[in-house]
């Protein structure tokens, strides 16, 4: 095998075309290595330490290469930068003209239907193109712009949601009532746990909410549930479907980078769109309410932090287990210490610590706490109070104060990489395991 060391890694420094073809001789070296090992989850102790030694001279040597070529890769893939390729369609480029510098499609789909402890971890290789990309100043920014554009989903359903004012996309429902939009989370089977089937939903809806010109306001609430802990009553979000993560359903890239870069980073920015009559703005915002009852955990409590109105019920509560669970709260780690201040944070993300709403620290999280039964019309309220005509104005010089696009580019970078890696620490899988087992 072409190692990290000498030649090898001269080589990935060097002139692209021989970079490729060192790259691709050593992730061929490692793959056939790989298949005379037993299965993922079938090694024994020491065939796994071979197996990760042999994985970590080629992450190695990915990152080198990554480190002296990422501009000149993504230029070819995105054709100069006049294709806005999505974070799936980026990659699966990248596997197909750059071979061995991230996972093939048939690789992925070979690990896609094992459990998350029985998988090869194809997808830190992705881990460390993300970092690799996202932590360049000009193929980053392109891609987080490629990334705030319209679906095509949300373009085809478009006509016919503007006609109608609804839109039933599976575990999203959207309706327009007067200027607002209201978007109800409906997986009643799992308390609004979620997926990548949600991702795809949220992301469409927050598509066709911002596309439509009649929409002023964004609304997102949960919907009634039929769990029999919950049935009958309205739950914001449980977060990560933990079952779905030990079934090895939760991926990388379109999954926990795809919710963060699409439908959240849109709740926040808005969409790009390329409309000579939007000369003003290369963007399409608008203002965006919560309403949480029961509770927003993990997932759901980060959602909040983009919104310019959060209400909750006065008996719901608010947490953020990731660290319990092993993994990293998408961007919260890097929105919350300005929302609320460090020693909030470091409670609420490493200790695990529950907010209830009529708390005085949900102050740092809630902006209007009422009665369960008055939610309803204080979500009105608060619909109609951000149709003000300065709001959207205002609201974009906000973001741009407190959230530059650059840092928040820069935090990406890093948790694409460090988020891979949790996903497949051993602490991770004991975990989702033991949860699988007990059940919800």
Not at 333 to 342: C, D, M, S, V
Request: with cysteine; net charge negative.
């Amino acid at each position: 095998m072409t190692t990290v060391t000498g030649p090898g890694l001269q080589a990935v420094r060097g002139a692209l075309p021989d970079a490729v073809q060192t790259l691709a001789s050593a992730a061929e070296w490692v793959a056939a290595a790989l298949a005379a090992l037993p299965a993922a989850g079938q090694r024994s102790p020491q065939e796994r330490a071979t197996a990760a030694a042999t994985k970590r001279e080629i992450r190695a040597l990915r990152g080198e290469f990554l480190d002296a070529h990422v501009d000149a890769v993504y230029r070819e893939l995105t054709g100069g930068g006049t294709r806005h390729l999505r974070l799936a369609e980026l990659a699966g480029s990248a596997a197909i003209r750059f071979p061995g510098l991230v996972p093939t499609l048939e690789e992925l789909e070979a690990d896609r239907g094992r459990p998350q402890a029985a998988k090869e971890g194809h997808e830190i290789d992705q881990g460390i193109f993300f970092n690799r990309v996202l932590g360049s100043a000009s193929s980053g920014t392109h891609l987080l712009d490629a990334m705030l554009r319209p679906t095509d989903r949300a373009l085809e359903l478009l006509p016919e949601f503007t006609r109608t004012g609804t839109a039933d996309l599976g575990s999203v429902r959207v309706e327009v009532r007067g200027a607002a939009a209201h978007l109800t989370l409906c997986r009643d089977d799992c308390l609004n746990a979620e997926d990548s089937r949600q991702v795809e939903d949220m992301e469409t809806a927050v598509d066709l909410v911002l596309l439509d010109p009649a929409v002023e306001v964004g609304v997102v609430r949960g919907g009634v549930m039929t769990h029999p802990r919950y049935r009958g009553r309205r739950v914001f979000s449980a977060g990560i479907n933990l079952k779905t993560l030990h079934a090895g359903g939760i991926p990388l890239v379109d999954f926990l980078l795809r919710r963060e870069l699409g439908y959240i980073h849109k709740l926040l920015r808005g969409i790009v769109v390329d409309d000579p009559a939007h000369w003003h703005s290369r963007t399409v915002e608008k203002p965006w309410v919560a309403a949480v009852d029961g509770f927003a955990i993990g997932g759901g409590a980060q959602l909040l932090l983009v919104f310019d109105h959060v209400l909750a019920a006065a008996d719901a509560y608010i947490s953020l287990p990731a660290a319990q669970e092993g993994i990293i709260p998408g961007a919260s780690n890097f929105r919350l210490g300005r929302a609320a201040g460090t020693r909030f944070s470091r409670r609420l993300i490493l200790q695990g610590h529950r907010i209830w709403a009529t708390e005085p620290d949900a102050r740092y999280l809630v902006d209007e706490v009422v009665d369960p039964a008055a939610l309803d019309d204080a979500v009105d309220r608060a619909a109609e109070t951000l149709r003000g005509p300065a709001i959207v104005a205002n609201r974009r010089m906000l973001i741009a104060a407190e959230e530059p696009v650059d840092a928040f580019r820069r935090y990406m970078a890093e948790f694409a990489l460090q988020q891979a890696l949790r996903m497949y620490d051993d602490d991770v899988l004991d975990k989702v395991r033991r949860f699988s087992a007990r059940g919800t």
